[in-house]
C-alpha cells in the first residue's frame, strides 16, 4: 500500500497542478469505494467527480497537517450521504398495498407467495443469470424503494443510525423495504422460478 | 388466512410487514409472538418469509462478493481521470 502523502507546499504548487495529482493518486481508490457504497457505477463516478469539485473549491482550507486522503474521503463520504438523502426526499406519493392485498389485508388471489424451487441455495446466488436476474428487478423498482433495501449493506452503520443519517422514521424505512421486497419477489417469481 | 382469524390475529399485511421489520431492527417480544402465530396458520406468509430471507442474502451475496472483484481497468480509470480533470482545465 502506497504511502499516504500529505500535500505540502500547497500554496506554492498552482491549484491546476495540485487537483490533477489528486486525482491521479486517489481516485482510482475513491471509485473503487464508491463503487461498493452505491447501486450503480456510473453514480460511483460522478459522485468521485463532485468530491474533487468540492475538494477544488476548498483547497485553501485544508488543513496541511491532516491527511489528503482522509480529507478527499471525508468528502466523498458526505457525498455519497447526501446522494441517498435526496432520494428519499423525492419520496412524496402515499403508499398504497392493494396491488398484492386485498380490502382485508390478506394475500390477493394470485399473489399468494408459493414454494420456490430453490435446489442448492449457495450455488444459486452465485449462478452469474440469477445475479443479473436480480439486478434486472432491482432495476425494476422505484430507486428510493431499492436505496431502502441495499443501504444496510452498503453502510457500515447499523439501521437506526441509517435513518437518523437519512432524515426518516424508521416505520417508514422498513415500510419502504416491504415495498421493494413484495415487488422484488414478484418480479423474480415471473422471470426466474417460473420461466 | 381465513377472514374470520382477523379479529386475533396479523393480517398477511401486517405479517408480511413484520419480517421486513424484524430483519432491521428486530421486533417486540409481542409482535414477534404474533408473527410467529400467524406464519404456523398462514403458508403464503411462511413462504414470504424465506422468500424474503433468500432474496436479502442474494442482495447481500451480490453487494459484498462484489468488494472483492471489482476491478476498475485501466481504460476506465483514464477515461473517468479525464472527464474530472476537464472539470478544471
Redesign the interface.
Known sequence: MQKVSKLENSIDVP??QL??NL??NY??EM??WA??RVPRKEIA?DL??DT??VA?QKIDTFQERSQVKTWLFSILKNKIADYFRASFKMETKPLT?NV??DN????KNGE?????E?GD?TQL??NLD??AA??DC?DKLPSTWNHA??L???SDKD??EICKEMGIT?SN???L??RA??Q??KC?DTNWFKK | MRKSLHGIFLSCLKASQLVEKQQVFGLSTSEAIQLKAHLLMCKGCDEYKSQSLFISKGIRNKIKKGDLNIQISLEELTMVQAKILAQFS
Open positions: 491549484r491546476q487537483i490533477t486525482v491521479n481516485s482510482k471509485l473503487q463503487r461498493n463516478e468521485v467527480q474533487f469539485v477544488f398495498d398484492f392485498f382485508s389485508d390478506i394475500w399468494l407467495p408459493r414454494s420456490w430453490i441455495e446466488l452465485d440469477f445475479k436480480l439486478e432491482q433495501m441495499v444496510k449493506y452498503f439501521a437506526n424508521t424505512y422498513w415500510q423495504i416491504h421486497k413484495l422484488l419477489r423474480l
